[in-house]
């Protein structure tokens, strides 16, 4: 069950980036279940990761490595998280790291670890490990959108999106692909990311881009508000294209980029809270009037966390009564006498009562709709925010019940 068309977009090549998957049986016995990225040499990498206390082993590896420069492969596998394993867990994502390393006479520390899935549990060594010197001879450049697949887990399908745009005669492109269904919520979400331009683009600098980009995207949603161990967003600059290395946060190109890559990331947040466990309902969370965009920030996710909100919205109810509730306890500066609400572009409710022309009618046409958009408008100040999340359903419990089965 997921919102939207489930077609994977055209995904356009990254000159600098080729990729393989391969079948480990590490959960499913025959399913794609490894992903290796393989990079050009001078590519720079930056990377955003969870702030979950009890990371997982391949995040703390990856936060070792980054810093090191120099990242010619992205391995990951899905199936298991590798996550609160002990030093056993450390050890096997640094072995693995070496496995794949030796195929391409690289070393440990040129490759970044990814791991997925169930939390607690080993990796199965002697599954994993046999496979990865394969991936020398699988690589692809046009195989992204068999990544996109063999980086799921309970996804019910796979996510992508790809923009191209023109600079001084030259096409650049800037291609990703997204993990992610339940355990959502910054920062940042059950997800893994992995975004990547032909551009080149100093390493701060692409950090600085990828931080801000994340903010705005998968910083702002939510299907359940829990964060999980193993959440990363990657993105990665092969500079083959002849044009110059951006160095600095102005001109031309970094606009046109910098809006790219915004584009692409909020695409890949909003696939993810699309495919939320059980989703039916994709929800736009807008709200306005607040002293700063931080309290509206408040307001967005006490509204789109309320389990009470989000049944209602799954039940296609347009009972407004309880985004009061959650906004009221969200901790924001608020004034009921000052509050409008709408369902799209219903008003529901304006200066803290039910608006006069209100026909629940015309908002329960608009809750039936598979994309809703609740706007909050707190009456105070200019600030604003953007929150994306799912209607809560019998699938998330079922799918959630049976996860370990």
Sequence with gaps: MAVGESVLPTLHPVAGVQLATLSAGIKTPGRGDVVVMALAEGSTVAGVFTQNAFCAAPVKLCKQHLPMGNIRLLLTNSGNANACTGEEGLADALLSCKTVAEGFGFTAEQVLPF?????????????????????????????????????MTTDTRPKGASVQFSHDGELVTVTGITKGSGMIKPNMATMLSYIATDLAVNQSLLQNLLKAATDCSFNRITVDGD????????????????????????????????????????????????????????????????????????????????????TALFASDANWGRIVMAIGKSGAAADRDLLSISFGDVLVAEKGWVSPNYCEDDAADLMMQDEITVKVDLGLGKGTATVWTCDLTHGYIQINADYRS
């Excluded at 599954?127 to 959108?145: G, H, K, N, T």
């Excluded at 989703?279 to 736009?284: E, G, I, N, P, Q």
Aim: overall charge negative.
């Design 115 to 151: 791991s997925t899935g169930v939390i607690g549990e080993r990796l199965p060594m002697e599954r994993f490990l046999p496979v990865l010197p394969d991936a020398v001879e699988q690589l692809q450049a046009d195989a992204w959108s068999h990544a996109a697949q063999g980086i």
């Design 227 to 310: 964060t999980s161990t193993n959440d990363s967003n990657i993105l990665i600059a092969t500079g083959q294209l002849n044009l110059p290395c951006l160095e600095a946060a102005e001109g031309e190109l970094y606009d046109k980029f910098s809006a790219a890559l915004t584009e692409i990331n909020i695409q890949l947040a909003k696939a993810i809270v699309s495919d939320g466990e059980g989703a039916t309902k994709l929800v736009t969370v807008k709200v306005s009037g607040a002293n700063n965009e931080e309290e509206c920030v408040k307001v967005a996710y006490a509204v789109a966390q309320s389990p009470l909100v989000k």
